[in-house]
């Protein structure tokens, strides 16, 4: 099974805070840097307090313009300067305590601070932030790229597919700061094809699995061992901006080696970034997953603040991690910079993660907690932090890019922030992003696994012989399309023959057969249910009978979705609190009752619960009002057995129902919604999976319930808003299972038992807020249940 995108903390020493960025704001206006400039420039009360005991340090000067930084390298004094950058006002110099007060005196200085070395920031994302359906939806970020100025990217890794498009290294040695270069080269600085490669040059000896973590979240490609990630039709720019540390004063207590990003590297690469945006590369996201500090209050005097401008008004959102020190008011610098996004962590649960930054400067929040992603050696690994947080973003950023291709970097950004989901943390709240509904909206749109409503029989009266399977082809089959059936809803009837009894399953062809039945068959009258089956890569299903007689079955489609996205805009679902339309209402034989459905907007079709008791016995039919009486039946019910059935319906003339008896006598029926079916709104998308139990043998009590998490299987970890269940009953009295909804007094019946037999019944349960669904037992006696998910609705 692929592994998708996930999240947990690493407490390696080389891994432990990362930023993120994304630009918002335009570059200063002159007379507002001149302004700046006038007051006199900012110089780090940290900075002095060092240098008043004497020795040099790397220093950062940022200047009005270029213009100052002729002047600004003369009162540094000769040999002094260590980087002089080539677009950006910005400077770095071997200083003491009398070149810092001769450059602070310089009237074009703005801000004179430390070159300090910053360490990375670390602590079921992909479907959590809607990226499947944009994929799904052939958004991809292809025709755009992403830069990742981290610890390198293993280039030739499967994640990437070729998909590096740029690489560059900028890696200071200073023998002061016991730092050395991990360009490949052994160089300070290193460009073109392999100068950021992390599984080449002194890398290939360290931890550099920082970068390739952070860029397969970005881009990765779906492959046998991962799902992908954010844009995986995106181009990675990848910039090592990292040095090797070997001083205890730098790398702490964990000791050396350690690997720590000088500011002056980053802006070299956000420089690099620069340049390559000049060239024609597409970059619609810079991602620097590092910084250090305490930040209540934006920090604009930052020396990175004139290159997060430059880029942005270049086309280029800078996405910064937030921190990982779990302050509750401040964020880590770069993050601290107006201009920049800054963005926090969540877990699966949407709960701010533990170890995260936030506070009024926090931008956005985005997935962080236990992330599988890429590393070097071709390998997987679990990551946690804002680190992980950020890059669901720059992707996130590409993918937008691609969708609105004249939208401004300030208009795609607010899109992020305005449609997402708000999450509170203590002292306000922030967007945690919802990808889909920013680049796709709310309007409904062709694309795959949506429900197209048919009514088409694909069986009728063919005999399984006894513990034999039927492989039953459903692609071009009675009308069905010819290529890409996914699944179907499939209303399956059986009656044993030779006073037979047992149970049929049913999976997707190819696949192992489950665990559970979906149907359990007598002699006496056809045992129907209607299920969300998965279908087999060969358009195929197959039907197990589990018995050592024969059994006569009927199979009727009453809809399926495909894997592609076809021309028509199919229905997705919306789970609903369930209301009761019809409570046992008496309906007369040969008679038929008409079902409003009231608060549903412009319904395809509804997801209903239906119960059926009578003195006689008979068939039902639900069909939409005004269209011909269907052949089939939905079921047949014996007399006095209540029988529990699901059904998708589309309503018909003026939005009604017909359900009708075709019996000897009245039946007395009762009707719950659980959902509908839409193709006027984007909602959640109907996946069949290979049937999961997630509740074996369970005895629930009389009145009791049974609290279950569906999980396991194919079933995934996040973005699932309900799922199909089967539920098998055996109980020594009549009763009825049902799923109690949060907050709704309404049940959804789901399976109507009988004393000493087994019976299955399925239906559409939505999750609660805590992800469970919970089963109660309304009969007098207990009951032993089994729940099997054959379906999950994802968005």
Same mark, same amino acid.
């Given at each position: 099974?692929?592994?998708?995108?996930?999240?947990?903390?690493?407490?390696?020493?080389?891994?432990?805070?990362?930023?993120?960025?994304?630009?918002?704001?335009?570059?200063?206006?002159?007379?507002?840097?001149?302004?700046?400039?006038?007051?006199?420039?900012?110089?780090?009360?940290?900075?002095?307090?060092?240098?008043?005991?004497?020795?040099?340090?790397?220093?950062?000067?940022?200047?009005?313009?270029?213009?100052?930084?002729?002047?600004?390298?003369?009162?540094?004094?000769?040999?002094?300067?260590?980087?002089?950058?080539?677009?950006?006002?910005?400077?770095?110099?071997?200083?003491?305590?009398?070149?810092?007060?001769?450059?602070?005196?310089?009237?074009?200085?703005?801000?004179? &601070?430390?070159?300090?070395?910053?360490?990375?920031?670390?602590?079921?994302?992909?479907?959590?932030?809607?990226?499947?359906?944009?994929?799904?939806?052939?958004?991809?970020?292809?025709?755009?790229?992403?830069?990742?100025?981290?610890?390198?990217?293993?280039?030739?890794?499967?994640?990437?597919?070729?998909?590096?498009?740029?690489?560059?290294?900028?890696?200071?040695?200073?023998?002061? +700061?016991?730092?050395?270069?991990?360009?490949?080269?052994?160089?300070?600085?290193?460009?073109?094809?392999?100068?950021?490669?992390?599984?080449?040059?002194?890398?290939?000896?360290?931890?550099?699995?920082?970068?390739?973590?952070?860029?397969?979240?970005?881009?990765?490609?779906?492959?046998?061992?991962?799902?992908?990630?954010?844009?995986?039709?995106?181009?990675?720019?990848?910039?090592?901006?990292?040095?090797?540390?070997? &001083?205890?004063?730098?790398?702490?207590?964990?000791?050396?080696?350690?690997?720590?990003?000088?500011?002056?590297?980053?802006?070299?690469?956000?420089?690099?970034?620069?340049?390559?945006?000049?060239?024609?590369?597409?970059?619609?996201?810079?991602?620097?997953?590092?910084?250090?500090?305490?930040?209540?209050?934006?920090?604009?005097?930052?020396?990175?603040?004139?290159?997060?401008?430059?880029?942005?008004?270049?086309?280029?959102?800078?996405?910064?991690?937030?921190? *990982?020190?779990?302050?509750?008011?401040?964020?880590?610098?770069?993050?601290?910079?107006?201009?920049?996004?800054?963005?926090?962590?969540?877990?699966?649960?949407?709960?701010?993660?533990?170890?995260?930054?936030?506070?009024?400067?926090?931008?956005?929040?985005?997935?962080?907690?236990?992330?599988?992603?890429?590393?070097?050696?071709?390998?997987?690994?679990?990551?946690?932090?804002?680190?992980?947080?950020?890059?669901?973003?720059?992707?996130?950023?590409?993918?937008?890019?691609?969708?609105?291709?004249?939208?401004?970097?300030?208009?795609?950004?607010?899109?992020?922030?305005?449609?997402?989901?708000?999450?509170?943390?203590?002292?306000?709240?922030?967007?945690?992003?919802?990808?889909?509904?920013?680049?796709?909206?709310?309007?409904?749109?062709?694309?795959?696994?949506?429900?197209?409503?048919?009514?088409?029989?694909?069986?009728? *009266?063919?005999?399984?012989?006894?513990?034999?399977?039927?492989?039953?082809?459903?692609?071009?089959?009675?009308?069905?399309?010819?290529?890409?059936?996914?699944?179907?809803?499939?209303?399956?009837?059986?009656?044993?023959?030779?006073?037979?009894?047992?149970?049929?399953?049913?999976?997707?062809?190819?696949?192992?057969?489950?665990?559970?039945?979906?149907?359990?068959?007598?002699? &006496?009258?056809?045992?129907?249910?209607?299920?969300?089956?998965?279908?087999?890569?060969?358009?195929?299903?197959?039907?197990?009978?589990?018995?050592?007689?024969?059994?006569?079955?009927?199979?009727?489609?009453?809809?399926?979705?495909?894997?592609?996205?076809?021309?028509?805009?199919?229905?997705?679902?919306?789970?609903?609190?369930?209301?009761?339309?019809?409570?046992?209402?008496?309906?007369?034989?040969?008679?038929?009752?008409?079902?409003?459905?009231?608060?549903?907007?412009?319904?395809?079709?509804?997801?209903?619960?239906?119960?059926?008791?009578?003195?006689?016995?008979?068939?039902?039919?639900? +069909?939409?009002?005004?269209?011909?009486?269907?052949?089939?039946?939905?079921?047949?019910?014996?007399?006095?057995?209540?029988?529990?059935?699901?059904?998708?319906?589309?309503?018909?003339?003026?939005?009604?129902?017909?359900?009708?008896?075709?019996?000897?006598?009245?039946?007395?029926?009762?009707?719950?919604?659980?959902?509908? +079916?839409?193709?006027?709104?984007?909602?959640?998308?109907?996946?069949?999976?290979?049937?999961?139990?997630?509740?074996?043998?369970?005895?629930?009590?009389?009145?009791?319930?049974?609290?279950?998490?569906?999980?396991?299987?194919?079933?995934?970890?996040?973005?699932? @808003?309900?799922?199909?269940?089967?539920?098998?009953?055996?109980?020594?009295? *009549?009763?009825?299972?049902?799923?109690?909804?949060?907050?709704?007094? @309404?049940?959804?019946?789901?399976?109507?038992?009988?004393?000493?037999? *087994?019976?299955?019944?399925?239906?559409?349960?939505?999750?609660?807020?805590?992800?469970?669904?919970?089963?109660?037992?309304?009969?007098?006696?207990?009951?032993?249940?089994?729940?099997?998910?054959?379906?999950?609705?994802?968005?």
């Amino acid at each position: 099974m692929k592994q998708p995108l996930v999240r947990r903390l690493i407490t390696a020493a080389a891994l432990m805070t990362a930023l993120m960025t994304a630009l918002v704001a335009a570059p200063p206006e002159p007379s507002q840097a001149a302004s700046a400039a006038a007051s006199g420039p900012r110089v780090d009360p940290g900075l002095a307090a060092k240098l008043s005991a004497g020795g040099e340090v790397r220093v950062n000067v940022v200047t009005r313009d270029r213009a100052g930084l002729s002047a600004a390298a003369a009162a540094a004094g000769p040999g002094r300067v260590i980087q002089s950058l080539s677009r950006l006002p910005v400077l770095t110099v071997r200083a003491g305590r009398a070149e810092v007060d001769r450059l602070a005196a310089q009237p074009g200085v703005v801000s004179v &601070s430390e070159d300090v070395p910053v360490p990375p920031t670390l602590a079921e994302s992909v479907p959590l932030i809607g990226a499947d359906r944009t994929r799904e939806a052939g958004l991809t970020g292809e025709g755009g790229a992403v830069a990742v100025l981290d610890s390198g990217v293993a280039v030739h890794h499967p994640f990437f597919g070729g998909r590096v498009v740029a690489e560059a290294c900028f890696s200071p040695s200073d023998a002061a +700061y016991g730092a050395s270069s991990l360009c490949p080269d052994g160089a300070d600085q290193q460009e073109g094809p392999g100068a950021a490669d992390a599984d080449s040059g002194p890398c290939a000896y360290l931890d550099c699995a920082h970068g390739t973590h952070v860029a397969g979240i970005v881009a990765g490609q779906e492959t046998g061992d991962a799902a992908g990630g954010v844009a995986p039709g995106a181009g990675l720019v990848a910039v090592q901006v990292y040095s090797r540390f070997d &001083s205890f004063s730098y790398c702490g207590s964990a000791g050396p080696p350690c690997l720590l990003s000088f500011v002056s590297a980053q802006l070299a690469g956000m420089e690099k970034v620069l340049e390559l945006i000049d060239e024609g590369v597409p970059v619609a996201a810079v991602n620097l997953s590092l910084g250090s500090g305490r930040y209540t209050s934006p920090c604009d005097d930052d020396p990175r603040k004139p290159a997060i401008d430059r880029l942005l008004a270049a086309g280029a959102l800078t996405v910064v991690a937030a921190g *990982n020190n779990g302050y509750t008011d401040a964020v880590s610098a770069p993050a601290c910079v107006s201009s920049a996004v800054a963005v926090g962590s969540t877990t699966d649960q949407d709960e701010v993660s533990s170890f995260s930054n936030r506070g009024p400067l926090l931008d956005l929040f985005a997935p962080g907690t236990d992330i599988v992603s890429s590393v070097p050696g071709g390998r997987w690994q679990s990551m946690s932090g804002t680190s992980m947080a950020a890059p669901h973003v720059a992707g996130a950023l590409a993918v937008l890019r691609q969708a609105r291709p004249d939208a401004t970097p300030a208009e795609i950004e607010a899109a992020l922030k305005d449609t997402g989901k708000p999450i509170a943390y203590g002292g306000g709240t922030a967007p945690r992003i919802q990808l889909d509904e920013a680049a796709l909206g709310s309007a409904a749109r062709p694309g795959p696994h949506q429900l197209f409503q048919t009514r088409t029989r694909v069986l009728g *009266n063919v005999q399984i012989s006894a513990n034999s399977t039927l492989t039953v082809p459903l692609a071009g089959v009675a009308g069905l399309p010819a290529d890409g059936i996914a699944a179907v809803a499939v209303n399956i009837a059986a009656k044993g023959d030779f006073f037979n009894t047992g149970s049929l399953a049913v999976y997707p062809s190819g696949e192992p057969e489950p665990k559970g039945d979906v149907l359990f068959y007598d002699a &006496s009258r056809y045992a129907s249910t209607m299920v969300v089956a998965k279908v087999g890569e060969d358009g195929a299903l197959k039907l197990e009978n589990r018995s050592g007689q024969a059994v006569r079955v009927y199979l009727d489609v009453h809809g399926y979705t495909l894997d592609h996205a076809a021309s028509d805009v199919g229905g997705t679902y919306h789970p609903v609190a369930p209301s009761r339309i019809a409570d046992r209402v008496p309906v007369a034989a040969l008679g038929n009752l008409e079902l409003t459905t009231p608060g549903l907007p412009s319904p395809q079709s509804v997801a209903l619960t239906v119960l059926v008791k009578s003195a006689s016995t008979g068939t039902i039919r639900v +069909y939409p009002a005004g269209d011909a009486f269907p052949a089939d039946a939905n079921v047949d019910y014996p007399a006095n057995t209540p029988v529990q059935f699901f059904t998708i319906v589309r309503p018909g003339a003026d939005g009604k129902i017909n359900l009708h008896n075709l019996g000897g006598g009245a039946a007395e029926v009762s009707v719950e919604v659980s959902g509908y +079916y839409t193709a006027a709104e984007r909602a959640s998308l109907v996946k069949a999976i290979a049937p999961v139990r997630v509740g074996d043998g369970v005895t629930v009590a009389a009145g009791g319930t049974y609290v279950l998490r569906p999980s396991g299987g194919d079933v995934p970890s996040a973005g699932v @808003t309900a799922v199909g269940v089967a539920v098998t009953a055996t109980g020594t009295a *009549n009763g009825t299972v049902e799923v109690v909804p949060a907050g709704s007094a @309404t049940g959804v019946r789901t399976v109507a038992y009988t004393a000493g037999r *087994n019976t299955v019944g399925f239906a559409t349960a939505a999750l609660r807020p805590d992800g469970t669904v919970v089963l109660r037992n309304t009969g007098a006696s207990p009951v032993k249940i089994s729940v099997d998910v054959y379906a999950c609705f994802t968005g």
